[in-house]
Structure formats: structure tokens, C-alpha cells
């Protein structure tokens, strides 16, 4: 089928899609007030430097949480009693604590007391007689570990969380015949998740994962409250120096309009093009 | 075990859990109960008598709640009772704060606010909000007025109305304690690897990044988070009031120490919507304090050498 037709079938089925066109011009109607009116202008001047740190912590954090996420999930779904428990153990723990909180928690208590702990260690193994070693870990220094780093290990540890459940979706998506197919032609385990069941899982759980992946881009601006210097942060800055609330606000909000739709639609894309080589 | 007796542990679990988070409120509202009776005679008594701390007044939630203050007769203006709410943030030592001990909350502005309301014959309100929207919050007239040691500018003004200046304040850099790699600012800003801490939206910040580019400060939403950042070291020095500084001295005089020469001199005023009624009779009534010595003593009181309260004794 070709694309076209393929777009037409989908607007009839679907409808038309007007909540795309009036969020659009939400969109032109603010890039119209950037450009022309000065206070606008101002406001995003200041909030776009943002975007980089925004967009990269998100892309960062997110594919660390993917790969978080296959390794838990994996464990959730094996047989072997440790691994399931530690990873079912993780799971519930990350989904029953608040991002905000959790990136409090990470940020103020575990990342200076591991920084506490590798130099208690480093000074340790000095005394023993590790002496470069020591030395090393001794000397670090908790500005080696900046909030942004933090807020991505935040991030990624929560989002690990909901990916490994994703994951485990996927996996049990897969018919039961695959694993007992795959097994009876000789493989391993191990082999019959790399090659049969994983593909076909990831391929089934896509959208969840892009939702995701938007999901993350919002939740990135918890970030702020750590000073990190996304566009969140920014709009708080520019708005507090300036007065000017409803123009840092509305821009913000368009913002992250603009991107979470954008990706929304890139990721829809990325579907059709996967299933459409599945026919 | 059967399932009756599953589901009652689970509520008896839930139900320690909610009582565990009552517990520490539990003392502060029994005592408003003595209380009440003492409070309508407490609002009679003179405006000298008002201002003592023996004044009893019901918490709510940790905030006091009081009744009509003053009367018609001996009022400065006459407000008739009028609420007025007073926004604070209960995060901002010295002007208000929640104390840990007690739950209650205290400060500089919870005791002046009832002895303006005593002399305008009005019932004071407090409200609590973030201090990040404060400022807008009372322009648009969702508060009467503000407290929370707000420093009078020009910016502020535009929108908005000061009352007079209650007290003067310098900036002063906040540290750990035995820092030796700068003695002031002008040291910080010479130093590259240095980076400064202060509160979002804060004449502190707009002074630090007068000072320094802005990726050299971090400006956090609360003090509090700032000063943790300093003990943690992501920070090396925090601008703020001086007045708000001293509140670290004290019990923490071996963990964190204010440096340095004053850095700017503002005054602090109450903060009203443009155009507001109260802003005359708020004025007369901080006249009068000033003029018969109270203003002064809360002053010496609070933010003076003695007091002694830190953010370890605070919520």
C-alpha cells in the first residue's frame, strides 16, 4: 500500500485531525507574538538557551533507563529467584517514590553520601597500602558530580523502572510457542531471548516506549529545582527578574508543547515504518 | 492466613502510617484548647501588654490564628476588623519560620504583624505561599500585603506599593566554616572555580549575578536548599540578607560563618498590591513603632547578635 493512500485510509477512519491544526496555531500564533512583540522576544531569548540542556539531558537519562530497563526487566521475567526479587524489589521501590522526591533524595543524600563513602575508601585502601588507587578515590570530590549528572541518574533510575515493566509487557506478549520453538531447535536461553523474543517484544511495546521517551522530556523539567539550567529554570529566572510571568509562562508552555508534539508525531512515524516491514 | 485477616493487617499498616503523621501536631492543638478563653481577654489588654510573647492565640496547622486585635477607640485607623492576609513562606529565618519543637510557626513578621493589627484595629491573617511567586501573588492581589523581609526596589515598585523601610539589611556571603580561599567578594569573582549559591528571584541573586556570569551561581528555590549545597560543597559561599545569615550562627557557629564586608544596603518594607488602602495605616502604625522603641526592640530581637535560633531548630 502506498503512503498516501495509506494517509488517506487513516484520516477516514479516523477523522481529521483538527486538535493537530488548533495546537499548530497555538504554536504560530506564539511565534508570531516572539517576533513581534519585544517583551516575547525577550522571554524567549532567554528561555532557548535552555533547550540543549533540556533535550540532552532527556536523550541521555532516556537511553540509560532503556538499558536499565532490559536488564530489570529480564530479571523480572526470569525463573531465577535472586534476580527476579532484586529486580521486583527495585521496581517497587523506584514506582513508590515521587520523581520530585526522588530527585531530592538522589541529589542531597545519596550522591554526597557515595561521594563520602568512595573517599572514606579511597583513604582506606592509602592505609592499607593501595596507594595510586587510593589516592584516586580519596581526592574525589563531590563537583566532580554535578547536578546535572545527578538529575540524569535520577531520571534514568526512575524511568528504568517503568521501562523494565515495559519490557516485561513485550516479553510476555510473545506467544509461549516462540521460547518452546526457539529451545527445541537447540538454543539456549540466553540465545532464544537475543535472537526470537526480544526483537519481536521490542517491536511490540514501541509506542509504549516512545510515550515514554515524551514522558521523560516533561518530567525533565523537575531538573530545575536542582538550579540545572534547563528552559524550566530559565523561564523561573527570566520571570523573577523581570516581572514578566505570563510571557516566560506562555512561552515555556508552547515550548514544551512544541517539542512533546514533535516527538509524538516522529515517534508515530518510526511505528508505521517498523510495521510496514513486517508486511 | 485467610483473607480477613490479611486485609485487617493491611488497614492496621495503613492506619500506623496515618498515625504516625499525626503525632507531632497532636500537642500544639491541645493546648489552643486552655487557651480560647484566655484569648478574648489577651485582645483587650493594652497594645504594650499585646506585644509580649505570653500573647495566646490557637494554632492551626502550626499557624496562629487570632481574632479582632486592638478596638476602635484606641486605633491608629480604623480598618473595623477587616482580614488582612499577610503572606509569608515559613522558610525564610529570621521573619518566619516553623519551629521544630513546638510545630508552631514564629519570626520576626509573626510578631509584628499582630501589633500593626492591634493599632489598626484589624484581624491579622497569615497566609503561606512560596516565595517564588510571592511578589507577583501580591500584585495581583491575592494578598493584602507581604512580609518575608522583602527588599525595597525600584523594579518592585513599579507594580506594586512598599510601605517604609522597618529595617536596614547588608548582603553578606554565608560559608563553611575556616574558608580561606576568599575573604569577599571581589576574592570569590577573582577565583574561576568558585561558585556562588542564593535563593531564585532574590535582590541577593540579581546582586551575585551582577558580580559573577551566571553559570558561576546556582540559585535554588529555598535558603535552606542553598545552605545544604554549601555543607555538601557543591557550592563555596551563599549571597544573602545578613539579617537571615545571623540566623546560622549561633549552634552552627562550627559549621557555617557569614564573611566579608556588607556587599549592598537595602531596606526591607512590607509589599502591597498597586494602589492599596492599607498602606498609609500600615505606615502610621510602623511610625509609631518606630517612635516608641518596639520597632527596635523586635529588631534587636530577631535579628540582632543574640539570636540564638538556627535552621537546625526550624522545619
Known amino acids: 500500500m502506498e503512503e498516501s493512500e495509506r494517509r488517506v485510509i487513516e484520516i ?52 540509560i533507563s532503556l538499558i536499565i530497563g532490559l536488564i530489570v526487566g529480564l530479571g523480572r521475567v526470569s525463573s531465577n529467584v535472586v534476580a527476579k526479587n532484586l529486580s521486583t524489589f527495585y521496581i517497587e521501590l523506584v514506582r513508590g517514590i515521587p520523581m520530585l522526591v526522588l530527585i531530592f533524595f538522589i541529589a542531597l543524600v545519596v550522591v554526597p553520601g557515595a561521594v563520602n563513602g568512595v573517599a572514606s575508601l579511597g583513604n582506606w585502601l592509602k592505609g592499607v597500602g593501595v596507594l595510586t588507587l587510593g589516592q584516586k578515590l580519596a581526592d574525589i570530590n563531590i563537583r566532580m558530580i554535578s547536578m546535572s549528572l545527578r538529575a540524569i541518574i535520577a531520571l534514568s533510575i526512575t524511568y528504568g523502572a517503568f521501562s523494565a515493566e515495559i519490557y516485561r509487557a513485550g516479553i510476555q506478549s510473545v506467544p509461549a510457542g516462540q521460547m518452546e520453538a526457539a529451545r527445541s531447535q ?94 | 492466613m485467610n483473607n480477613v485477616r490479611k486485609i485487617s493487617l493491611i488497614i492496621l499498616l495503613i492506619g500506623a502510617v496515618v498515625i504516625a503523621s499525626c503525632g507531632p501536631a497532636a500537642p500544639a492543638e491541645e493546648a489552643p484548647a486552655a487557651d480560647d478563653a484566655m484569648e478574648e481577654s489577651a485582645a483587650d489588654e493594652s497594645a504594650e501588654e499585646a506585644a509580649s510573647d505570653t ?33 509569608v513562606e515559613n522558610a525564610y529565618l529570621p521573619f518566619n519560620y516553623i519551629e521544630i519543637e513546638s510545630g508552631q510557626a514564629n519570626g520576626w513578621d509573626y510578631e509584628i504583624f499582630p501589633m500593626i493589627c492591634e493599632m489598626l484595629h484589624c484581624t491579622p491573617v497569615f497566609v503561606e505561599t512560596v516565595w517564588e511567586t510571592m511578589i507577583q501573588q501580591v500584585q495581583e492581589g491575592q494578598f493584602d500585603m507581604a512580609g518575608d523581609g522583602i527588599t525595597i526596589n525600584d523594579e518592585r515598585d513599579e507594580n506594586g506599593d512598599f510601605s517604609i523601610g522597618y529595617v536596614n539589611t547588608v548582603m553578606r556571603l554565608l560559608v563553611n566554616v575556616g574558608e580561606d580561599r576568599f575573604t569577599s567578594i571581589e576574592e570569590f569573582v577573582a577565583d574561576p572555580d568558585l561558585i556562588m549559591g542564593t535563593q531564585i528571584n532574590t535582590t ?35 549571597i544573602m540578607d545578613e539579617v537571615v545569615g545571623l540566623g546560622y550562627q549561633g549552634e552552627n557557629a562550627d559549621v557555617l560563618e557569614l564573611v566579608g564586608p556588607p556587599i549592598t544596603s537595602d531596606e526591607l518594607g512590607f509589599y502591597f498590591p498597586e494602589g492599596s488602602e492599607l498602606v498609609d495605616p500600615v505606615n502610621q502604625a510602623l511610625q509609631a513603632l518606630m517612635d516608641d522603641g518596639r520597632l527596635n526592640e523586635l529588631n534587636m530581637k530577631y535579628m540582632g547578635p543574640s539570636f540564638a535560633l538556627t535552621y537546625d531548630d526550624v522545619q
Not at chain 1, 525577550?42 to 537519562?61: E, W
Not at chain 1, 517539542?259 to 509524538?264: A, E, K, Q
Not at chain 2, 541573586?205 to 551561581?217: F, Q
Request: net charge negative.
Open chain 1, 12 to 63: 477516514r477512519k479516523n477523522g481529521f485531525p483538527w486538535w493537530l491544526v488548533i495546537i499548530g496555531a497555538i504554536i504560530a500564533v506564539t511565534l508570531l507574538l516572539i517576533i513581534n512583540a519585544p517583551s516575547f522576544n525577550d522571554a524567549f531569548a532567554a528561555i532557548r538557551i535552555g533547550i540543549t540542556t533540556t533535550i540532552s539531558i532527556t536523550l541521555i537519562a532516556y537511553a
Open chain 1, 186 to 279: 537447540g538454543m539456549s536461553y540466553g540465545q532464544a531471548m537475543r535472537h526470537i523474543i526480544l526483537p519481536q517484544a521490542i517491536r511490540n511495546v514501541l509506542p509504549a516506549i516512545g510515550n515514554d521517551f515524551i514522558a521523560m522530556l516533561k518530567d525533565s523539567s523537575l531538573v530545575s529545582v536542582l538550579a540545572v539550567r534547563d528552559v524550566t529554570h530559565l523561564a523561573k529566572l527570566f520571570a523573577g527578574g523581570s516581572f514578566k510571568f505570563t510571557e516566560a509562562y506562555t512561552i515555556l508552555a508552547v515550548l514544551y508543547l512544541s517539542m512533546t508534539i514533535l516527538l509524538s508525531l516522529l515517534v508515530k512515524l518510526i511505528e508505521r515504518k517498523i510495521s510496514t516491514n513486517d508486511k
Open chain 2, 55 to 87: 500573647m495566646e492565640v490557637t494554632y492551626v496547622d502550626g499557624i496562629p490564628q487570632y481574632g479582632c486585635l486592638g478596638s476602635a477607640e484606641d486605633a491608629l485607623v480604623d480598618l473595623e476588623c477587616r482580614e488582612v492576609t499577610f503572606a
Open chain 2, 204 to 238: 541577593n541573586y540579581e546582586t551575585a549575578v551582577e558580580y559573577l556570569p551566571e553559570e558561576r551561581v546556582q540559585a535554588f528555590d529555598t535558603f535552606p536548599f542553598a545552605n545544604a549545597a554549601l555543607v555538601a560543597g557543591d557550592v563555596d559561599a551563599v
